[in-house]
């Protein structure tokens, strides 16, 4: 039976452990005591162990809340694409989005092609590769921006809108290539990328209306002024 020193360590530790919000450690920390025993660790490496435990535990726990507030629209990710049933698409460039790169450089990406490529899916793999690695990030249909953006200018709240939206460092806005707008909403929908130029990225996938998807330009776009500085991956 355990000692009475021992449940009072027991009680102490769990305790600590719950005031100081470390949920895995205390979780584990018997298992790993356990562990650490039989594998004859040294005390650093057994704090090594609790340390890591923690760690990997607070971030499956962060990206678990940043996917959730993301609003996704599926549960798709990148590694759920199948190359087979459309071998046109470029597996390195999508794998290369999916490393997140274009984050560290402020780089705005649209991606263009014909319905049913996966574009969207792609966007979404994306956004989870971003949650994952500690982003936050925000999913949205482009009408329900603009929309939510002409409601809120309408009642005073538009600069806190752009503000908040401004902070976010990953913006996908997904089937703008559908969106028909007036000149109040299309100057609205300019004044977050124009916040968000080189400051924070965006996304955007786009049905093309050329079959092909590859002869694609923002010039083409009627929101030119807002696209330009955007990359374009294509994917046919």
């Given at each position: 039976?355990?000692?009475?020193?021992?449940?009072?360590?027991?009680?102490?530790?769990?305790?600590?452990?719950?005031?100081?919000?470390?949920?895995?450690?205390?979780?584990q920390y018997q298992e790993l005591i356990r562990v650490a025993s039989e594998q004859s660790?040294?005390?650093?490496?057994?704090?090594?162990?609790?340390?890591?435990?923690?760690?990997?535990?607070?971030?499956?726990?962060?990206?678990?809340?940043?996917?959730?507030?993301?609003?996704?629209?599926?549960?798709?990710?990148?590694?759920?694409?199948?190359?087979?049933?459309?071998?046109?698409?470029?597996?390195?460039?999508?794998?290369?989005?999916?490393?997140?790169?274009?984050?560290?450089?402020?780089?705005?990406?649209?991606?263009?092609?014909?319905?049913?490529?996966?574009?969207?899916?792609?966007?979404?793999?994306?956004?989870?590769?971003?949650?994952?690695?500690?982003?936050?990030?925000?999913?949205?249909?482009?009408?329900?921006?603009?929309?939510?953006?002409?409601?809120?200018?309408?009642?005073?709240?538009?600069?806190?809108?752009?503000?908040?939206?401004?902070?976010?460092?990953?913006?996908?806005?997904?089937?703008?290539?559908?969106?028909?707008?007036?000149?109040?909403?299309?100057?609205?929908?300019?004044?977050?990328?124009?916040?968000?130029?080189?400051?924070?990225?965006?996304?955007?996938?786009?049905?093309?209306?050329?079959?092909?998807?590859?002869?694609?330009?923002?010039a083409s776009w009627p929101l030119q002024r807002s696209l330009t500085a955007w990359s374009?991956?294509?994917?046919?």
């Open positions: 039976m355990p000692s009475e020193t021992s449940a009072v360590n027991a009680a102490y530790i769990e305790a600590r452990m719950k005031q100081f919000k470390l949920v895995d450690m205390r979780e660790m040294t005390y650093e490496d057994f704090l090594i162990m609790l340390l890591q435990a923690e760690e990997t535990g607070k971030k499956r726990r962060q990206a678990e809340r940043l996917t959730d507030a993301a609003n996704f629209d599926s549960d798709k990710r990148l590694s759920d694409i199948d190359y087979r049933f459309n071998p046109n698409l470029d597996a390195d460039k999508i794998q290369s989005l999916g490393r997140l790169e274009f984050m560290d450089n402020h780089e705005n990406i649209i991606i263009i092609g014909p319905p049913g490529v996966g574009k969207s899916m792609i966007a979404t793999g994306i956004g989870r590769n971003a949650c994952e690695a500690g982003y936050k990030v925000l999913f949205v249909n482009a009408k329900e921006l603009v929309d939510q953006l002409y409601e809120d200018m309408q009642k005073g709240y538009l600069k806190e809108t752009l503000k908040q939206i401004s902070k976010i460092p990953l913006l996908i806005i997904d089937e703008l290539s559908y969106l028909k707008m007036d000149k109040e909403r299309e100057s609205l929908f300019f004044q977050i990328i124009r916040q968000r130029y080189e400051k924070a990225p965006s996304l955007s996938p786009q049905t093309c209306p050329w079959a092909d998807g590859m002869n694609y330009s923002p374009i991956i294509a994917m046919s």
